[in-house]
């Protein structure tokens, strides 16, 4: 059973515009939802996070929106570049037990110049 | 060079035969994972081990086998590969700092690749 849902699996955007990506989970227990960004042929990288104490957090183009009533995430990339081309995934954990990171399928992000 | 390394980054093998892949990580970070990515499924947790000599399954451990001898060293064994297992493997580690509220950032190696024919 999957516990976190992403979706879209693809997305197309043209250079400049807004890329969005949402995740859903049901475990209230979750406390720190991260969003991964991976380039072809590497690792992911943590991007950005957010706990549920705040509705939203900005780190310059990118940005989580948190709606804990509706156990929801998004990440928001304002004007998207060729650049953020990648795949990304977000994910959900539990207080101190890093063995319990959940993550979603992931959506690859393709922003066409 | 700092950071976490794996290795080999790309393996061919048939159905029976033994594999290890190796992971090595030069912050001294206490948590060390792998996981499995697969299209459609994103990344599975395979095990984990939170210090040296202590280790625990994760989500998928299934035909897979670990050791944390030194801090440093993770290696995943699969002892009779299977089809099933050609998947992209990553190696990460983290550690935390000592406060009730989780902050650790999961750091990644370049990955593995696994082919089992």
């Known amino acids: 059973q999957q516990q976190v849902k992403q979706s879209p699996q693809s997305l197309i955007v043209q250079k400049g515009g807004i890329s969005i990506i949402n995740c859903a989970y049901e475990?209230?227990?979750?406390?720190?939802f991260p969003w991964y960004q991976q380039f072809p042929g590497k690792g992911p990288a943590l991007l950005i996070a957010?706990?549920?104490?705040?509705s939203e957090k900005k780190e310059g183009r990118f940005t989580i929106s948190f709606n804990k009533s509706a156990k929801q995430f998004s990440l928001h990339i304002m004007d998207s570049q060729p650049g953020d081309s990648a795949t990304y995934f977000c994910?959900?954990?539990?207080?101190?037990?890093?063995?319990?990171?959940?993550f979603g399928t992931g959506t690859s992000l393709t922003v066409i110049p | 060079d700092a950071g976490i390394t794996q290795s080999p980054r790309y393996k061919i093998t048939e159905t029976g035969r033994q594999v290890t892949l190796m992971c090595h990580q030069t912050?001294?970070?206490?948590?060390m994972f792998w996981y499995r990515q697969d299209l459609g499924h994103g990344l599975r947790l395979i095990y984990y081990?939170?210090?040296?000599?202590?280790?625990d399954k994760g989500e998928v451990p299934d035909g897979y086998v670990v050791s944390r001898s030194k801090t440093e060293n993770f290696p995943l064994t699969l002892e009779s590969a299977t089809r099933s297992q050609t998947s992209v493997y990553f190696c990460?580690?983290?550690?935390?700092?000592?406060?009730?509220?989780?902050?650790?950032?999961?750091?990644f190696g370049e990955g593995s690749r696994l082919t089992v024919l």
């Open positions: 990460a580690s983290s550690d935390w700092e000592d406060s009730d509220y989780f902050t650790g950032e999961l750091f």
């Open positions: 475990n209230t227990a979750f406390d720190y």
């Open positions: 957010i706990r549920p104490d705040v």
């Open positions: 994910a959900a954990s539990r207080g101190n037990t890093g063995n319990q990171f959940y």
């Open positions: 912050w001294s970070h206490s948590y």
């Open positions: 081990s939170a210090a040296a000599d202590i280790t």
